[in-house]
């Protein structure tokens, strides 16, 4: 299996990249956030749960996003990958994670970081809320919020990863084919 984390901050282009990479490789796409949302919508207990954290900006408990992602890594035992999207937030999530792929005799393969500036994170996800029908995505002290998550919670994902030498940053500034170009050259697949 070929086992990619695509790691970055809210507006960093992940949800965009993800969608080109899984179509050029063959991945599955797991995204924690796309997960939430549908269980929002189908208004299960899980996402009535989840809905409250994700209003205010706020990661959702560790066990509710690693009993979804063990789930559905279960349910495709014939993949030949995964894209991990949004996920692990933490490090309690990825050592969960590389715990869950090595029962499989399996690990992550590379971590590849979109690096995007703060203020640029935030006009793009205000854009974004114009169209993407997310309410966190419109009121910018949610937008700010998330990112303070993201630099306090979720950062030092990338710390764990880099011990084993996982992590390739790349520049997520530019068009989105610039930015598939230069991520699909750190692809050894
Ligand atoms: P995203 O679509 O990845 O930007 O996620 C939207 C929201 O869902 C986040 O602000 C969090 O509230 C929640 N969420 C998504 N993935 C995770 C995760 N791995 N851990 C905790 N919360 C998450």
Same mark, same amino acid.
């Given at each position: ?11 960093? @282009? ?11 490789? @063959?991945?599955? *796409? =797991? /995204?924690?956030?796309?997960? =939430?949302?549908?269980?929002? &919508?189908?208004?299960?207990?899980? @996402?009535?749960?989840?809905?409250? $954290?994700?209003?205010? @900006? ?7 996003? !690693? #009993?979804?992602?063990?789930?559905? !890594?279960?349910?495709?035992?014939? &993949? ?5 999207? #949004? ?14 792929? &090595? ?13 995007? %500036?703060?203020?640029?994170?935030? +006009? ?7 169209? /993407?029908?997310?309410? %966190?995505?419109?009121?910018? /002290? ?16 990338? %710390? *764990? $990863?880099?011990? +084993? ?9 530019? +068009? ?5 170009? /230069?991520?699909?050259? *750190? !692809?050894? =697949?």
């Amino acid at each position: 299996m070929f086992n990619l984390i695509l790691f970055g901050p809210p507006g960093s @282009g992940k949800g965009t990249q993800s969608e080109k990479l899984i179509e050029k490789y @063959g991945l599955i *796409h =797991l /995204s924690t956030g796309n997960l =939430l949302r549908e269980e929002i &919508a189908n208004e299960t207990t899980l @996402g009535l749960a989840a809905k409250s $954290y994700m209003d205010q @900006g706020q990661l959702v408990p560790d066990e509710v996003v !690693i #009993g979804m992602i063990r789930s559905m !890594i279960n349910a495709k035992p014939e &993949a030949k990958g995964f894209l991990f999207d #949004g996920f692990p937030r933490t490090v309690a999530q990825a050592e969960a994670l590389d715990n869950l792929l &090595a029962e499989k005799q399996n690990e992550i393969n590379i971590v590849l970081a979109l690096i995007v %500036d703060e203020e640029e994170l935030v +006009s793009r996800l205000l854009n974004r809320g114009k169209t /993407s029908g997310r309410s %966190d995505d419109t009121n910018e /002290s949610v937008i700010r919020a998330r990112i303070v998550e993201y630099e306090t919670k979720t950062a030092p994902v990338a %710390d *764990h $990863y880099a011990k +084993s030498n996982k992590v390739v940053k790349v520049k997520g500034v530019g +068009s989105i084919d610039e930015i598939f170009g /230069s991520l699909t050259q *750190h !692809i050894k =697949l």
